[in-house]
């Protein structure tokens, strides 16, 4: 069954250093998501991404962070000057084709988990 | 302010009896409800989809149910295995795309 794949798995990075999240979403899929979840909170949504443009995105997504589709496969979120508080697992999801609310759900990836020193 | 509230943060059930996942919201209108599994270390794993207009749906073991009047979502594991114990996650959505999750129910079936 086709997956969302995440890398690294676990990424450490002191504070201040940029970092990239990459994300190889389903093959066919046309929407693309980051959320993230902080240890022991829920999963909390980012930024939603389509036809080469950010539809949505969450008062966490700050002019620190970023979101790419370099090339047909990969998706990226990089985050600028990472702080103490961006320590997260963070996920990557998509979904197919459909209109909001069809029976198209977002299919999640494993995360990568992300510890700032 | 929304609000999304699932039931105890953990529910023990033996082997072999059904388990019940509540999940209620506040302050919002979903067009449509997801529930899904997550083990530790694991990413949400997706099992079931109900819109607004729908008041069931089953997928063998699992049942969901969606009562706009209350503001709840029933989620149903028949004939509980030790395997099904995980996280389950409800997650709203609303005429935008993203999804607004609940803090999750841990459940643990005991043999």
């Known amino acids: 069954e086709p997956e969302v794949t995440q890398t690294p798995s676990h990424q450490v990075t002191q504070m201040g250093q940029e970092v990239i999240l990459r994300c190889v979403p389903i093959?066919?899929?046309?929407?693309f998501y980051w959320y993230r979840q902080i240890l022991g909170q829920k999963v909390e949504f980012l930024v939603s991404f389509y036809n080469n443009e950010i539809s949505e995105k969450s008062e966490i997504f700050d002019d620190q962070f970023s979101v790419e589709r370099p090339d047909g496969s990969n998706f990226t979120l990089k985050i600028r000057s990472t702080k103490l508080e961006d320590s997260a697992m963070y996920f990557c999801?998509?979904?197919?084709?459909?209109?909001?609310?069809?029976?198209?759900?977002?299919?999640f990836g494993d995360g990568t988990r992300l510890s700032i020193l | 302010s929304q609000k999304i509230e699932q039931n105890s943060e953990a529910l023990n059930i033996q082997e072999g009896k059904t388990a019940t996942l509540t999940c209620n919201y506040t302050?919002?209108?979903?067009?449509?409800l997801q529930w899904y599994r997550q083990d530790p270390g694991r990413g949400p794993v997706f099992l079931l989809l109900?819109?607004?207009?729908?008041k069931e749906k089953r997928k063998e073991r699992l049942k969901v149910t969606f009562d706009t009047t209350l503001k709840q979502s029933l989620f149903h594991i028949t004939a509980s295995q030790p395997a099904d114990s995980a996280t389950y996650l409800c997650?709203?959505?609303?005429?935008?795309?993203?999804?607004?999750f609940g803090t999750g129910t841990r459940l643990q079936v005991f043999p």
């Open positions: 999801a998509s979904r197919g084709a459909g209109a909001y609310g069809s029976n198209q759900p977002q299919h």
């Open positions: 093959s066919n899929h046309l929407y």
């Open positions: 997650a709203l959505g609303q005429d935008t795309d993203k999804l607004i």
């Open positions: 109900i819109r607004e207009n729908e």
């Open positions: 302050n919002y209108s979903p067009a449509y």
